[in-house]
Protein backbone atom coordinates (compact mmCIF):
# COMPACT_ATOMS: atom_id res chain seq x y z
CA UNK A 1 0.00 0.00 0.00
CA UNK A 2 1.14 3.32 -0.49
CA UNK A 3 2.14 5.78 1.84
CA UNK A 4 -0.90 7.65 1.23
CA UNK A 5 -3.56 5.30 1.36
CA UNK A 6 -4.07 5.37 4.72
CA UNK A 7 -5.15 8.99 4.51
CA UNK A 8 -8.64 9.88 4.07
CA UNK A 9 -8.93 12.56 1.28
CA UNK A 10 -10.00 15.00 3.64
CA UNK A 11 -7.00 14.77 5.94
CA UNK A 12 -4.63 14.89 2.75
CA UNK A 13 -6.68 18.36 1.48
CA UNK A 14 -5.92 20.03 5.28
CA UNK A 15 -2.28 18.20 5.30
CA UNK A 16 -1.87 20.38 1.80
CA UNK A 17 -3.64 23.61 2.93
CA UNK A 18 -1.58 23.77 6.40
CA UNK A 19 1.81 23.88 4.12
CA UNK A 20 0.75 26.20 1.19
CA UNK A 21 2.67 25.85 -2.22
CA UNK A 22 5.14 28.47 -2.81
CA UNK A 23 3.16 30.83 -5.05
CA UNK A 24 4.87 33.68 -7.13
CA UNK A 25 1.91 35.34 -6.96
CA UNK A 26 1.39 35.98 -3.23
CA UNK A 27 4.94 36.29 -2.57
CA UNK A 28 4.82 39.30 -5.29
CA UNK A 29 2.35 40.91 -3.43
CA UNK A 30 3.78 40.29 0.21
CA UNK A 31 6.64 42.05 -1.07
CA UNK A 32 4.69 45.15 -2.35
CA UNK A 33 2.92 45.68 1.15
CA UNK A 34 5.95 46.03 3.19
CA UNK A 35 7.47 49.29 1.70
CA UNK A 36 3.65 50.59 2.70
CA UNK A 37 4.30 49.26 6.08
CA UNK A 38 7.85 50.99 6.57
CA UNK A 39 5.96 54.97 5.16
CA UNK A 40 3.14 54.07 8.02
CA UNK A 41 5.28 52.90 10.76
CA UNK A 42 7.32 56.42 9.82
CA UNK A 43 4.08 58.39 9.56
CA UNK A 44 2.78 57.09 12.70
CA UNK A 45 5.25 58.94 14.42
CA UNK A 46 4.66 62.83 12.34
CA UNK A 47 0.52 62.46 13.02
CA UNK A 48 1.21 65.02 15.73
CA UNK A 49 4.21 66.96 16.46
CA UNK A 50 4.67 67.13 20.02
CA UNK A 51 7.73 67.56 22.85
CA UNK A 52 7.80 63.94 24.84
CA UNK A 53 6.78 66.68 27.76
CA UNK A 54 3.22 67.37 25.91
CA UNK A 55 3.01 64.07 25.32
CA UNK A 56 3.48 62.60 28.46
CA UNK A 57 0.65 64.78 29.26
CA UNK A 58 -1.54 63.26 26.58
CA UNK A 59 -0.53 60.16 26.37
CA UNK A 60 -2.06 59.57 30.11
CA UNK A 61 -5.66 61.05 28.76
CA UNK A 62 -8.46 58.56 28.25
CA UNK A 63 -8.79 56.58 24.63
CA UNK A 64 -12.51 57.08 23.35
CA UNK A 65 -11.98 55.98 19.94
CA UNK A 66 -12.99 52.77 20.83
CA UNK A 67 -13.41 51.06 17.11
CA UNK A 68 -9.44 51.19 16.79
CA UNK A 69 -7.96 47.57 15.97
CA UNK A 70 -6.88 46.40 19.64
CA UNK A 71 -3.75 44.85 18.14
CA UNK A 72 -2.25 41.09 19.95
CA UNK A 73 0.98 41.91 21.69
CA UNK A 74 1.85 38.19 20.78
CA UNK A 75 2.61 36.21 17.48
CA UNK A 76 1.23 33.54 19.16
CA UNK A 77 -2.49 34.41 18.19
CA UNK A 78 -1.50 34.82 14.60
CA UNK A 79 0.43 31.47 13.96
CA UNK A 80 -2.18 29.60 15.02
CA UNK A 81 -4.57 30.88 12.11
CA UNK A 82 -5.44 29.75 8.99
CA UNK A 83 -3.82 32.10 6.22
CA UNK A 84 -7.05 33.18 4.92
CA UNK A 85 -8.17 34.35 8.18
CA UNK A 86 -4.63 36.21 8.79
CA UNK A 87 -5.13 37.93 5.70
CA UNK A 88 -8.96 39.12 6.13
CA UNK A 89 -7.97 40.20 9.17
CA UNK A 90 -5.09 42.12 8.07
CA UNK A 91 -7.21 43.62 5.23
CA UNK A 92 -9.82 44.24 7.89
CA UNK A 93 -7.50 46.36 9.91
CA UNK A 94 -5.85 48.46 7.45
CA UNK A 95 -9.33 49.37 6.69
CA UNK A 96 -10.43 50.30 9.91
CA UNK A 97 -7.49 52.26 10.60
CA UNK A 98 -8.26 53.91 7.13
CA UNK A 99 -11.64 54.99 8.17
CA UNK A 100 -9.88 56.54 11.36
CA UNK A 101 -7.62 58.68 9.37
CA UNK A 102 -9.98 59.96 6.53
CA UNK A 103 -11.44 61.15 9.96
CA UNK A 104 -8.73 62.82 11.54
CA UNK A 105 -7.93 64.55 8.14
CA UNK A 106 -11.19 65.88 8.19
CA UNK A 107 -10.83 66.38 12.04
CA UNK A 108 -7.28 68.47 12.22
CA UNK A 109 -8.27 70.46 8.87
CA UNK A 110 -11.87 71.56 11.01
CA UNK A 111 -9.16 73.21 13.34
CA UNK A 112 -6.45 74.54 10.78
CA UNK A 113 -4.18 72.07 11.94
CA UNK A 114 -1.65 70.62 9.69
CA UNK A 115 -2.91 67.58 7.81
CA UNK A 116 -0.29 65.90 5.21
CA UNK A 117 0.52 62.81 7.79
CA UNK A 118 -2.70 61.77 8.01
CA UNK A 119 -3.07 62.36 4.35
CA UNK A 120 0.05 60.28 3.54
CA UNK A 121 -1.16 57.59 5.85
CA UNK A 122 -4.47 57.43 4.48
CA UNK A 123 -2.78 56.62 1.19
CA UNK A 124 -0.58 54.03 1.84
CA UNK A 125 -3.36 52.76 4.36
CA UNK A 126 -5.19 52.43 0.68
CA UNK A 127 -2.35 51.08 -1.02
CA UNK A 128 -2.04 48.31 1.56
CA UNK A 129 -5.64 47.77 1.55
CA UNK A 130 -5.68 47.25 -2.41
CA UNK A 131 -2.47 44.89 -1.97
CA UNK A 132 -4.30 42.87 0.43
CA UNK A 133 -7.55 42.65 -1.06
CA UNK A 134 -6.21 41.17 -4.33
CA UNK A 135 -4.74 38.67 -1.59
CA UNK A 136 -7.81 37.34 -0.43
CA UNK A 137 -8.67 37.31 -3.97
CA UNK A 138 -5.97 34.97 -4.65
CA UNK A 139 -6.72 32.46 -1.25
CA UNK A 140 -10.07 32.93 -2.27
CA UNK A 141 -11.43 34.87 0.36
CA UNK A 142 -13.93 37.78 0.71
CA UNK A 143 -13.35 41.26 1.93
CA UNK A 144 -15.80 41.26 5.12
CA UNK A 145 -16.22 45.57 5.44
CA UNK A 146 -17.13 47.21 9.09
CA UNK A 147 -19.20 49.81 9.33
CA UNK A 148 -17.86 52.34 11.68
CA UNK A 149 -19.19 55.28 13.97
CA UNK A 150 -16.64 58.01 14.89
CA UNK A 151 -17.49 60.85 17.30
CA UNK A 152 -16.81 64.74 16.27
CA UNK A 153 -13.63 66.65 16.92
CA UNK A 154 -15.22 70.01 18.80
CA UNK A 155 -12.22 71.55 19.60
CA UNK A 156 -7.94 72.14 18.43
CA UNK A 157 -7.25 69.56 22.26
CA UNK A 158 -9.66 67.15 21.11
CA UNK A 159 -8.02 66.77 17.32
CA UNK A 160 -4.99 66.77 19.03
CA UNK A 161 -5.92 64.02 21.70
CA UNK A 162 -7.42 62.09 18.72
CA UNK A 163 -4.01 62.70 17.03
CA UNK A 164 -1.85 61.00 19.53
CA UNK A 165 -4.08 57.98 20.24
CA UNK A 166 -4.24 56.69 16.59
CA UNK A 167 -0.38 57.77 16.33
CA UNK A 168 0.32 55.31 19.20
CA UNK A 169 -2.47 52.76 17.48
CA UNK A 170 -0.85 53.21 13.85
CA UNK A 171 2.73 52.56 15.26
CA UNK A 172 1.45 49.65 17.19
CA UNK A 173 -0.44 48.11 13.91
CA UNK A 174 2.36 48.68 11.94
CA UNK A 175 5.29 47.23 13.51
CA UNK A 176 2.92 43.63 14.29
CA UNK A 177 1.86 44.08 10.27
CA UNK A 178 5.79 43.96 9.91
CA UNK A 179 5.74 40.76 11.70
CA UNK A 180 2.69 39.08 10.18
CA UNK A 181 3.87 39.83 6.77
CA UNK A 182 7.41 38.49 7.07
CA UNK A 183 5.35 35.47 9.29
CA UNK A 184 3.56 35.13 5.77
CA UNK A 185 6.07 34.61 3.36
CA UNK A 186 7.87 32.30 5.42
CA UNK A 187 4.77 30.28 5.65
CA UNK A 188 4.71 30.96 1.62
CA UNK A 189 7.99 30.09 1.04
CA UNK A 190 8.23 33.29 -0.23
CA UNK A 191 12.64 33.02 -1.54
CA UNK A 192 14.11 36.28 0.47
CA UNK A 193 15.60 39.16 -0.96
C1 LIG B 1 -12.85 44.39 12.03
O1 LIG B 1 -12.12 44.83 13.18
C2 LIG B 1 -12.88 45.61 14.08
C3 LIG B 1 -11.94 46.18 15.13
O2 LIG B 1 -11.21 45.18 15.80
C4 LIG B 1 -14.00 44.75 14.66
O3 LIG B 1 -14.77 45.50 15.55
C5 LIG B 1 -14.87 44.25 13.49
O4 LIG B 1 -15.84 43.35 13.97
C6 LIG B 1 -14.02 43.52 12.45
N1 LIG B 1 -14.87 43.24 11.29
C7 LIG B 1 -14.79 42.10 10.63
C8 LIG B 1 -15.68 41.98 9.44
O5 LIG B 1 -14.02 41.19 10.95
C1 LIG C 1 -15.70 68.73 10.61
O1 LIG C 1 -16.59 69.80 10.38
C2 LIG C 1 -17.82 69.43 9.74
C3 LIG C 1 -18.59 70.71 9.44
O2 LIG C 1 -18.70 71.52 10.59
C4 LIG C 1 -18.57 68.49 10.67
O3 LIG C 1 -19.79 68.09 10.06
C5 LIG C 1 -17.74 67.26 10.94
O4 LIG C 1 -18.36 66.40 11.86
C6 LIG C 1 -16.36 67.68 11.50
N1 LIG C 1 -15.53 66.49 11.57
C7 LIG C 1 -14.97 66.05 12.68
C8 LIG C 1 -14.18 64.78 12.57
O5 LIG C 1 -15.05 66.59 13.75
C1 LIG D 1 -11.27 44.45 -4.13
O1 LIG D 1 -11.10 43.74 -5.36
C2 LIG D 1 -12.26 43.66 -6.16
C3 LIG D 1 -11.94 42.90 -7.43
O2 LIG D 1 -10.91 41.99 -7.29
C4 LIG D 1 -12.74 45.06 -6.51
O3 LIG D 1 -13.96 44.95 -7.22
C5 LIG D 1 -12.93 45.87 -5.23
O4 LIG D 1 -13.27 47.19 -5.57
C6 LIG D 1 -11.66 45.88 -4.42
N1 LIG D 1 -11.88 46.63 -3.20
C7 LIG D 1 -10.90 47.36 -2.63
C8 LIG D 1 -11.26 48.06 -1.37
O5 LIG D 1 -9.78 47.46 -3.09
C1 LIG E 1 -10.70 30.00 5.57
O1 LIG E 1 -10.64 28.73 4.96
C2 LIG E 1 -11.31 27.72 5.71
C3 LIG E 1 -11.13 26.41 4.95
O2 LIG E 1 -9.79 26.20 4.68
C4 LIG E 1 -12.79 28.08 5.85
O3 LIG E 1 -13.42 27.10 6.64
C5 LIG E 1 -12.93 29.44 6.50
O4 LIG E 1 -14.30 29.82 6.52
C6 LIG E 1 -12.13 30.48 5.72
N1 LIG E 1 -12.18 31.76 6.42
C7 LIG E 1 -12.35 32.92 5.78
C8 LIG E 1 -12.33 34.14 6.67
O5 LIG E 1 -12.49 33.02 4.58
Redesign the pocket.
Known sequence: ASLFSSIAPNEFIALSLSRPAHSPALCALFGSMAPQVERLLHLSKKLHDLTDEELNLIAAADHRLDGLPRIPHTAAAFNTMKMNESISQLYNFTEVFRSHMDWLKTARENVSLPNQAAEGASRHLLQL??LL??TL?QVGAV?QPSPLSLPVASSAFDALKFSVEISENLKAFSLWTKRSIRFLQRQSRCPRR
Open positions: AHNSHP
